[in-house]
Protein backbone atom coordinates (compact mmCIF):
# COMPACT_ATOMS: atom_id res chain seq x y z
CA UNK A 1 0.00 0.00 0.00
CA UNK A 2 1.13 3.37 -0.85
CA UNK A 3 0.72 6.84 -0.09
CA UNK A 4 -0.87 9.29 -1.47
CA UNK A 5 0.64 11.28 -4.42
CA UNK A 6 -0.48 14.39 -5.66
CA UNK A 7 -1.21 12.49 -8.78
CA UNK A 8 -3.49 9.49 -6.95
CA UNK A 9 -6.78 10.87 -6.46
CA UNK A 10 -8.50 13.97 -4.81
CA UNK A 11 -7.36 15.76 -1.94
CA UNK A 12 -10.30 15.37 0.79
CA UNK A 13 -10.69 15.79 4.32
CA UNK A 14 -10.05 12.06 4.61
CA UNK A 15 -7.31 11.49 2.71
CA UNK A 16 -5.46 15.18 5.09
CA UNK A 17 -6.25 13.16 8.15
CA UNK A 18 -4.66 10.11 7.16
CA UNK A 19 -1.54 11.64 5.63
CA UNK A 20 -1.05 13.57 9.16
CA UNK A 21 -1.53 10.71 10.79
CA UNK A 22 0.78 8.91 8.60
CA UNK A 23 -1.48 6.00 7.75
CA UNK A 24 -0.75 4.08 4.59
CA UNK A 25 -3.85 4.12 2.11
CA UNK A 26 -4.29 3.31 -1.76
CA UNK A 27 -6.45 5.58 -3.42
CA UNK A 28 -9.25 4.30 -5.71
CA UNK A 29 -10.86 7.16 -8.18
CA UNK A 30 -13.65 5.79 -10.30
CA UNK A 31 -16.47 7.26 -13.17
CA UNK A 32 -19.35 7.82 -10.37
CA UNK A 33 -22.52 7.84 -12.17
CA UNK A 34 -24.75 10.15 -11.66
CA UNK A 35 -27.77 8.10 -12.18
CA UNK A 36 -26.73 5.33 -9.02
CA UNK A 37 -28.33 5.39 -5.80
CA UNK A 38 -26.84 2.52 -4.05
CA UNK A 39 -23.38 4.09 -4.16
CA UNK A 40 -21.70 1.07 -2.37
CA UNK A 41 -22.52 -1.53 -5.02
CA UNK A 42 -21.09 0.60 -7.55
CA UNK A 43 -18.19 1.18 -5.68
CA UNK A 44 -17.47 -2.39 -5.64
CA UNK A 45 -18.94 -3.23 -9.67
CA UNK A 46 -16.42 0.07 -10.25
CA UNK A 47 -13.39 -1.26 -8.60
CA UNK A 48 -13.98 -4.74 -9.48
CA UNK A 49 -13.49 -5.79 -5.97
CA UNK A 50 -16.09 -8.50 -3.85
CA UNK A 51 -18.79 -6.03 -2.19
CA UNK A 52 -17.44 -7.64 1.38
CA UNK A 53 -15.11 -6.02 1.03
CA UNK A 54 -16.55 -2.89 0.34
CA UNK A 55 -18.09 -0.35 3.24
CA UNK A 56 -20.50 1.61 3.53
CA UNK A 57 -20.74 4.57 6.78
CA UNK A 58 -23.94 5.35 8.32
CA UNK A 59 -24.78 7.98 10.85
CA UNK A 60 -27.14 7.02 13.46
CA UNK A 61 -29.16 8.59 16.39
CA UNK A 62 -29.26 6.41 19.23
CA UNK A 63 -30.63 7.78 22.55
CA UNK A 64 -26.77 8.45 23.62
CA UNK A 65 -26.38 10.73 20.54
CA UNK A 66 -25.23 10.54 17.45
CA UNK A 67 -22.50 7.62 15.70
CA UNK A 68 -21.34 5.99 13.25
CA UNK A 69 -21.76 2.52 11.76
CA UNK A 70 -19.38 1.59 9.31
CA UNK A 71 -20.82 -2.21 7.29
CA UNK A 72 -20.33 -3.88 3.74
CA UNK A 73 -21.93 -2.64 1.24
CA UNK A 74 -23.64 -6.01 0.89
CA UNK A 75 -25.25 -6.02 4.23
CA UNK A 76 -27.75 -4.17 6.66
CA UNK A 77 -26.67 -2.38 9.64
CA UNK A 78 -28.45 -4.07 13.01
CA UNK A 79 -29.69 -0.62 14.53
CA UNK A 80 -30.17 -2.43 17.85
CA UNK A 81 -26.42 -4.08 17.63
CA UNK A 82 -24.80 -0.60 16.60
CA UNK A 83 -26.55 0.90 19.47
CA UNK A 84 -25.47 -0.95 21.71
CA UNK A 85 -22.33 -1.20 20.48
CA UNK A 86 -22.33 2.86 21.01
CA UNK A 87 -23.57 2.38 24.78
CA UNK A 88 -27.51 2.93 24.13
CA UNK A 89 -30.92 0.59 23.38
CA UNK A 90 -32.03 2.15 20.03
CA UNK A 91 -30.66 3.72 16.70
CA UNK A 92 -32.27 4.85 14.04
CA UNK A 93 -30.82 6.13 10.61
CA UNK A 94 -29.44 10.00 11.19
CA UNK A 95 -31.74 12.15 8.61
CA UNK A 96 -29.43 12.32 5.46
CA UNK A 97 -29.47 16.54 5.34
CA UNK A 98 -28.16 16.16 9.03
CA UNK A 99 -25.39 13.67 8.19
CA UNK A 100 -24.37 15.80 5.29
CA UNK A 101 -24.20 18.62 7.77
CA UNK A 102 -22.33 16.83 10.79
CA UNK A 103 -20.09 14.88 8.31
CA UNK A 104 -19.14 17.72 6.20
CA UNK A 105 -19.92 15.47 2.99
CA UNK A 106 -22.10 14.53 0.99
CA UNK A 107 -24.03 11.34 1.13
CA UNK A 108 -23.18 8.92 -0.70
CA UNK A 109 -19.47 10.03 -0.32
CA UNK A 110 -19.33 10.40 3.50
CA UNK A 111 -16.28 8.92 4.71
CA UNK A 112 -15.83 7.84 8.16
CA UNK A 113 -12.21 9.36 8.21
CA UNK A 114 -11.80 13.57 8.40
CA UNK A 115 -15.51 14.29 9.54
CA UNK A 116 -16.14 17.63 10.74
CA UNK A 117 -17.60 16.40 13.80
CA UNK A 118 -15.68 13.22 14.94
CA UNK A 119 -18.37 10.70 16.46
CA UNK A 120 -17.88 7.73 18.45
CA UNK A 121 -17.68 4.70 14.98
CA UNK A 122 -17.95 1.50 14.90
CA UNK A 123 -16.65 -0.97 12.74
CA UNK A 124 -18.77 -4.28 11.86
CA UNK A 125 -16.26 -7.25 12.85
CA UNK A 126 -16.68 -8.78 9.05
CA UNK A 127 -13.84 -6.16 8.21
CA UNK A 128 -11.22 -7.75 10.30
CA UNK A 129 -11.20 -11.03 8.29
CA UNK A 130 -9.67 -8.82 5.19
CA UNK A 131 -6.01 -6.96 4.73
CA UNK A 132 -7.76 -4.37 3.28
CA UNK A 133 -10.83 -2.64 2.95
CA UNK A 134 -12.33 0.58 0.84
CA UNK A 135 -14.53 3.15 2.29
CA UNK A 136 -15.83 6.53 0.88
CA UNK A 137 -12.47 8.56 0.39
CA UNK A 138 -15.12 11.51 0.69
CA UNK A 139 -16.79 12.19 -2.72
CA UNK A 140 -19.18 9.80 -4.82
CA UNK A 141 -16.20 8.28 -7.00
CA UNK A 142 -13.66 8.04 -4.74
CA UNK A 143 -12.69 5.28 -2.21
CA UNK A 144 -9.65 4.69 0.24
CA UNK A 145 -8.21 1.66 0.49
CA UNK A 146 -6.49 0.98 3.75
CA UNK A 147 -6.32 -2.09 6.75
CA UNK A 148 -9.39 -2.39 8.92
CA UNK A 149 -6.76 -1.75 11.94
CA UNK A 150 -5.63 1.59 10.29
CA UNK A 151 -9.19 2.39 10.19
CA UNK A 152 -10.23 2.21 13.72
CA UNK A 153 -6.76 4.07 14.37
CA UNK A 154 -7.89 6.98 12.21
CA UNK A 155 -11.59 7.10 13.69
CA UNK A 156 -10.36 6.28 17.10
CA UNK A 157 -13.18 3.40 16.51
CA UNK A 158 -13.53 -0.21 17.73
CA UNK A 159 -14.72 -3.19 16.05
CA UNK A 160 -18.41 -5.13 17.30
CA UNK A 161 -20.82 -7.26 15.15
CA UNK A 162 -23.18 -4.85 13.88
CA UNK A 163 -24.23 -6.19 10.44
CA UNK A 164 -27.86 -8.23 9.81
Known amino acids: MVKKTADSGPSTPAT ?11 PHAYAHDDGATDFGAEAARALGVDPARVFKTLMVQTDQGLGIGIVPVDGLLDLKAVAA ?15 E ?5 VVGGISPIGQRMPLPTVLDDSALTFATI ?14 PADLLRAT ?6 IRR
Do not use: Q
Not at 16 to 26: E, H, P
Not at 85 to 99: I, N, Q, R
Open 16 to 26: VALTRAKIAFT
Open 85 to 99: ALGGKKATMADPALA
Open 134 to 147: FVSGGRRGFDIELS
Open 156 to 161: NGRAAH
Open 101 to 105: KKSGY
